[in-house]
């Protein structure tokens, strides 16, 4: 069990932009002896200072608990007040007989006063376990909760001692006065032990490897990439008896970069990628989601419904084992971040998840094809059209990219012999921005699309395991002003959607059974009028509509949340499946819906929030 410490950093990480910090206080609580259930979520005083995701407080099937997984239920609590924006407490292997079949991070937080959003990670053993933006509080304050599966960390549990750390860079002067008092909790489900070992693509890693900067104050924090030329790495040496490697990025966006959709070639241009070296080699590239948090475009639009991924960022994975015969020579390798047109800041850090064959000391490989040819030239257009007017121009910008990157290698070991390892990451961008020369009008219609498959062979040609998967990212926002000499009238509006599906097959899962599919859509349309009198807001009114789908195999979850002002206008939830579900047909992925579709498909129904 964990035995219960309390935590006090002396220590300040120095930056800047902060004249003075808000320290934090460690608090670890054994709580192993519980019954197996949930706790009951926290009782919210005030709803209208309640600021929420999709997804909770309804918790979609694949985190809840297991239906035949109950045995002992432990909850760790790590409890903050006001303290340093980062300390750390020292947590002890687990030392409980039955696997952990769930592992949920829970966390409630509150502020209050005047405060910006806040960027902010949770570590374990220097791994990161959560990035999250903290929620902008109203005059009355505000409080706001996070629960994430976190199961694909639970070897870190049976590891040695590890320091639990949470880093929140916080700035209080005489004009910013709140302070963060935090709740993380720690829930894990122990279930029986199995008869068989899991296999590798169903199971968590045997171990993982942070690479992230190693401070001694908190043991893990991110990279800072502040331009297009920064290289950021880690040195890492692999266990030789690894036979499987994934690599999970950490990505964030922030200062002059926080709206890298919105610059022009002059700031950059629009595009961004961030990408992954070894030893200098390219090996894979994340074209990230562009989360908007909770104080960006306009805050009001996130108020009560915060936006897509802003209260839990997502993560990407990369497949590694095609280069594992390049690390297994138990030499020291760099892994480097870099990213494509940037512009000061970008947080990056990544977790090398590993898995290790225990019949043998060593497991030999073979790097059998690789090719990442350069970007794709980074395409711009630029035409201006004058308005009928003649008041202002308007200046357009069009932007395309596109990337692909492949490998395949063999690793072979005692217990699964020679596996050979197909990966490729295949990538789409186009980007359209105008503006009005007078600022009385910006634009923005985008679209990301990522896909990637991987699939494992014996030699017998046999499917062990394989994965396809689509992502699409459509973003819409569109900023109107209409002026006189002494008011102004500026419509705030934003559509995007987070689209996911993927397929999963092979041998490593249950025989005999169909392949695993999974579909995830998270929409998103909101808009913000504001009335504006000699330069101050005098009258806003807003609404926000979000509608979250989730089919797979093994269940469904759908919720439909819309918001008028700082009130909640409906709220309904089910978890029944659809007849039809947007699983690729085959393998084959689902093409993006085009920017202008998206845009047209929920701008209406904002528009018809804020009327109502």
Known sequence: SFEPRVAVSSTLHSSTEYTRYTPLLVLLDDRSHVPCSPPPPPRILHPSRHCFSSKSPAVPRRHRRPRRGCGRHADYLLRGGPAAPAASGELRPMLHPAPVQLLRLHLHQATGHRRFDRIFGVWLGGVELLRSCTAEPRPNGIVWSVSKDVTRYASLLAAGNSTLAVYLGNLIDDQ??????????????????????????????????????????????????????????????????????????????????????????????????????????????????????????????????????????????????????????????????????????????????????????????????????????????????????????????????????????????????????????????????????????????????ADAAVSATDLAGAVLYSRQAHHDFPLYVDIEAKTSPHAADVTYTVAREYRETAIAAGRWLSSGTPPRRYSLRDTQSGAVDVEMRDGNAVSATWGTRQTYRLEATDGCYFRNVTSSGYSVASDESDEVCSDSQEYPAGGAVIGALPPAEAAAAVTASADELVRK
């Open 176 to 449: 910013y006065t709140g302070v963060y008092h935090a709740n993380i909790t720690l829930h894990l489900y122990f279930g029986p032990t199995p008869a068989r070992q899991p296999a590798p693509a169903t199971a968590p890693a045997d171990i993982i490897v942070p690479v992230s900067r190693s401070l001694p104050l908190n043991d893990g924090l991110w990279f800072q990439i502040q331009n297009a030329t920064d290289v950021e790495s880690a040195s890492i040496v692999l266990p030789s008896n690894t036979y499987r490697a994934v690599l999970e990025v950490y990505v964030s966006f922030h200062g002059d970069d926080e709206f890298w959709y919105t610059h022009t070639p002059d700031g950059n241009g629009p595009f961004r990628e961030v990408t992954v070296l070894v030893d200098g080699d390219l090996v894979g590239a994340v074209w990230p989601f562009p989360v908007i948090f909770t104080g960006g475009i306009n805050p009001l639009l996130w108020r009560p419904i915060t936006g897509i991924g802003s209260f839990n960022l997502p993560t990407y994975d990369i497949e590694l084992t095609p280069f594992l015969a390049k690390l297994l020579d138990g030499k020291a390798h760099e892994l480097a971040f870099a990213v494509t047109n940037a512009v000061d800041v970008w947080y990056v850090d990544g977790n090398l998840h590993l898995w290790l064959d225990p019949m043998t000391t060593a497991t030999t490989g073979s790097l059998v094809s690789y090719d990442a040819p350069r970007l794709a030239a980074v395409n711009t257009s630029h035409t201006t059209a004058s308005r009928f007017d003649g008041l202002s121009e308007r200046y357009y910008y069009h932007t395309t990219a596109s990337r692909r990157i492949s490998a395949a290698g063999w690793v072979e070991s005692p217990s699964h012999g020679r596996i050979t390892t197909n990966a490729t990451q295949t990538f789409a961008f186009e980007n359209t921005y105008a503006f009005a020369g007078d600022g009385s009008a910006e634009t923005v219609n985008q679209t990301t699309v």
